[in-house]
């Protein structure tokens, strides 16, 4: 699918990420910054967060409680938006998906 990536600046990166990687790894492995993944995509940093396009908040799956409870550990997390990308795993759902980063990652 393709994913567009919004760094903090508004630099846009739009790339193609196989189905079954995660947005964090599509991110890392098309060196685009602004996502780390310092954990390696364990749930357990919290610094591949983004905050994901309002019109595509309800057609990704939902976080689930570990996810939710390390967004507390995020840069100024948004309920309503904000996701830790390596719990998104990209499907052909996702042609189109825009996220955006945060200002910092923690
Ligand atoms: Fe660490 Fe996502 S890469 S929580």
């Known amino acids: 699918a393709k994913i567009t990536y919004v760094e903090h600046n508004g630099t846009e990166h739009t ?3 196989a189905n ?3 947005v964090m790894e599509g ?3 098309n060196n685009i910054p602004g ?12 610094t591949c967060h983004v ?3 309002p019109a595509w908040v309800e057609k990704i ?13 995020a840069f100024e997390p948004n309920p309503a938006t904000s996701r830790l990308t390596c719990q998104i795993k990209v499907t ?12 910092k990652q923690i």
């Open 15 to 17: 790339v193609e990420v």
């Open 20 to 22: 079954g990687m995660t």
């Open 27 to 29: 991110a890392r492995d």
């Open 35 to 46: 996502i780390e993944g310092d954990c390696g995509g364990a749930c357990a940093c919290s």
């Open 51 to 53: 905050y994901v396009d």
């Open 61 to 73: 799956p939902a976080k689930d409680d570990m996810e939710e409870d390390m967004l507390d550990f």
């Open 92 to 103: 052909d759902a996702m042609d189109g998906l825009v996220v955006k980063m945060p200002e």
